[in-house]
């Protein structure tokens, strides 16, 4: 077991490794927590992960990780990380094997009262239209021909093939497409991959929940964003599938590759990388921004999917019902963007690996409705607690390059949990508190179980606590469908 890194709390949900305190360290770590939340990691590598990230070439002031860190490849999940634009790398394993895994909130006319008595023909009909499971397939096919226009359009390209209205782009993150999409980068193999999960929530912590809105902590900004406590949202959670996963796989084999011929040796072997403005660093970046937009495609088609059983179950057209894009954020990918940094404003290259973006109010990259208040932060718990939207705050630039939690972050494994929960035992406590489950496997359950993850409430009171978010609303889950 690799030596665990010293942590000197710098305040009272800020903990620092000094430079010192591992080999070719560039620039301290930095860890938003407390001492519960350090409880959970005791022991786990992710804080030696942490500590290799700073030993990267070109990074910029310090290695980050947020409140629900853990074990990750290369990265730890949570981690942050922005490089020079000069002499900084690009590291696939600080971006994820799920490009562009994100979340997209929905919004409802429905009330808990009225959602009730067809809460569980609508998690059947939701589990029928949008496709889960390891390797599931269905959605929306596609023609070889077609996936050319999505890599490079993303949710737009959804949008005018039907699967959505003009409005959910304007309140997606970059409105549902990064600039600078290669998709000639984006092999035959990863295409194959993609062809049929167009609208599938795949396998994992992917997920579509039926919300109910518990609490509102920001009245004015949850009015903006159409919440209303006892109000039904629905919460989705999924990414770019098999291509992303494929194209993430070909160029950490290329990155190693070359970097063996070059003789470089890392302190980690899953921090391949290489530097930005190479072949290998712009290829990448341009297949990882043409998986991003398959993933942004694929939240769009699910949405569709989630219209479509509303729609059926209860009688009318999904206009009537609402169902607004309230929101979509990523969590694994490298964005372009302009950060002040040891005195100096300058563009970097953000890597946000099991992070969100928390922009403040008043930033271009906020749609116009929010930008009075900040940007939502989504922020999934378990399918047995809660689930929060956030809003960024001006601190959050300063501290963590506009950066947030993405989620509850695992205590367990899934291994782990597999071996710890039982799916009956799991199956029968959600359904004591009026949680309707249905899933494509019974590992996805127990893999997934409230215990295997920490806890949310604790989670969201440090991003809160370090100046990095705010609390808008609370959602509770009613129906989970699950991968």
């Not at 990691?41 to 700073?54: I, R």
């Not at 589990?127 to 077609?146: H, I, T």
């Not at 993303?154 to 005018?160: I, K, M, N, R, Y």
């Amino acid at each position: 077991m690799p030596k665990v890194p010293t942590l000197v709390r710098l305040d009272e949900f800020t903990y620092q490794i000094p430079r010192e305190e591992a080999a070719g360290m560039r620039v301290p770590g930095v860890l938003f927590s407390d001492p519960a939340l350090l409880d959970s990691v005791a022991g786990d590598p992710s804080l030696g992960q942490l500590a290799n990230v700073a030993t990267l070439p070109g990074i910029v002031e310090h290695a980050l990780a947020m409140p629900d860190i853990h074990f990750g490849y290369g990265f730890p999940v949570g981690g942050v990380a922005a490089f020079d634009l000069a002499d900084g790398v690009v590291s696939p394993g600080g971006i994820g094997y799920d490009i562009n895994c994100g979340v997209r909130l929905l919004r409802t006319s429905l009330t808990v009262e009225q959602l009730r008595p067809k809460l569980s023909d609508l998690v059947d009909r939701l589990y029928r239209e949008v496709p889960s499971g390891v390797g599931s397939k269905g959605g929306r096919p596609l023609k070889p021909g077609e996936m050319d226009e999505v890599l490079a359009r993303g949710a737009a390209w959804a949008v005018d093939d039907g699967l959505g209205r003009p409005a959910d782009l304007a309140v997606q993150e970059e409105e549902g497409r990064l600039a600078g999409a290669t998709p000639a980068e984006v092999s035959e193999g990863a295409r194959s991959r993609g062809l049929r999960q167009l609208g599938t929530l795949g396998s994992g912590n992917h997920f579509l929940e039926v919300q109910a809105v518990d609490e509102v902590f920001d009245p004015a900004f949850a009015a903006a964003l159409g919440l209303a406590r006892g109000g039904v949202a629905v919460m989705l959670h999924t990414g770019s599938r098999g291509l992303g996963h494929q194209v993430a796989t070909e160029f950490i084999q290329r990155m190693d590759r070359r970097l063996t011929e070059q003789g470089v040796a890392l302190v980690d072997r899953q921090l391949s990388c290489a530097p930005i403005a190479s072949e290998d660093g712009t290829r990448y970046l341009g297949a990882m921004a043409a998986a991003a937009n398959f993933a942004w495609a694929n939240r769009q088609a699910i949405t569709a999917g989630v219209r479509r059983a509303f729609s059926a179950v209860f009688g009318q057209p999904a206009e009537e019902l609402d169902l607004a894009v309230v929101y979509d954020i990523a969590h694994n990918i490298a964005k372009l963007e302009e950060h002040g940094a040891d005195g100096v404003r300058r563009k970097m290259l953000v890597h946000r690996k099991g992070a969100t973006r928390a922009f403040p109010a008043g930033r271009p990259e906020v749609p116009e409705p929010y930008r009075p208040f900040g940007q939502p932060v989504l922020i999934p718990g378990d399918m047995g607690t809660a689930s929060y939207v956030l809003a960024g705050l001006p601190t959050s630039m300063d501290r963590s390059f506009g950066s947030s939690c993405h989620g509850a972050g695992r205590r367990l494994s899934r291994h782990a949990a597999v071996r710890t929960f039982r799916y009956e035992e799991v199956t029968r406590q959600l359904l004591g508190k009026g949680i309707v489950v249905r899933a494509a496997s019974r590992e996805g359950v127990t893999e997934e179980a409230p215990g295997a993850y920490k806890d949310v409430e604790e989670v969201v009171r440090v991003a809160e606590g370090a100046g990095l978010t705010r609390r808008v609303a609370r959602l509770v889950p009613l129906g989970v469908v699950k991968g």
